[in-house]
């Protein structure tokens, strides 16, 4: 079976320009979450989707940051414009609704030079 | 929900059995107990969970006290790629994963 996947896997970009993180859940999964870690503060939920709709995005640190899930098998995180301190590791994870776990994939490395 | 206390760091030898406490002393009555790992650069991996019954499955096993404060996770026969970092989470029903910083358990030969 197919896991969860994220492109890129490595991003290195200027600072001031748009990145785009893209993930693809696992099929049949109704549940998707964005985590960003860091040095500092560890993993930190950022947003997550119900059923395609933003349940809770009180993580996403400042109005330059903004995801989208247009349907079931497809979401965006996008960054604009974009600052060394965004620079991190991006998880994708998705899950089964109710208490089942969460499957994550294996991140975007960004660097903002 | 409930806030969670692991050791910082645990040494282990190869072969040997792994335990991994986790004290969740403010747990409520519908929380439940979250395993994952996470090894160096890779996205975290689910390990096991439970609510209040003891649970097995081919990658560990999760001992939950009976007063559910606190629970302990088994490695039965710990191997070097089991190095990572630990993270024991308490989670109602449909809520969010909240990691905190995890125990960092290595496994030496």
């Known amino acids: 079976d197919a896991g969860v996947i994220q492109s890129p896997r490595h991003e290195v970009t200027e600072m001031g320009q748009e990145v785009t993180l893209r993930c693809k859940p696992i099929?049949?999964?109704?549940?998707l979450f964005w985590y960003r870690q860091t040095m500092m503060r560890g993993l930190e939920l950022l947003i997550y989707?119900?059923?395609?709709?933003?349940?809770?995005d009180s993580g996403m640190p400042e109005d330059r940051f903004s995801a989208k899930m247009p349907n079931a098998s497809f979401s965006t995180l996008k960054i604009q414009p974009s600052e060394p301190r965004d620079s991190a590791v991006y998880f994708c994870?998705?899950?089964?609704?109710?208490?089942?776990?969460?499957?994550f994939g294996d991140g975007t490395r960004l660097s903002i030079l | 929900d409930a806030k969670t206390t692991q050791p910082t760091s645990m040494d282990c030898a190869e072969g040997r059995a792994a335990n991994l406490p986790c004290n969740h002393s403010?747990?409520?009555?519908?929380?439940?107990v979250y395993w994952y790992r996470q090894i160096h650069s890779q996205g975290p991996q689910y390990i096991i969970h439970?609510?209040?019954n003891n649970e097995t499955n081919e990658m560990a096993s999760l001992i939950i006290t009976e007063d559910r404060k606190s629970s302990t996770l088994i490695l039965p026969h710990a191997t070097l790629r089991d190095t990572a970092v630990y993270y024991c989470?308490?989670?109602?029903?449909?809520?969010?994963?909240?990691f905190g910083a995890g125990t960092i358990l290595r496994v030496k030969s």
């Open positions: 994870a998705s899950s089964a609704s109710g208490n089942q776990p969460q499957h």
């Open positions: 099929s049949g999964h109704n549940s």
């Open positions: 989707f119900n059923n395609n709709v933003p349940i809770d």
């Open positions: 403010t747990i409520s009555g519908n929380e439940y």
């Open positions: 439970g609510l209040k």
């Open positions: 989470i308490v989670r109602e029903y449909g809520n969010k994963l909240v």
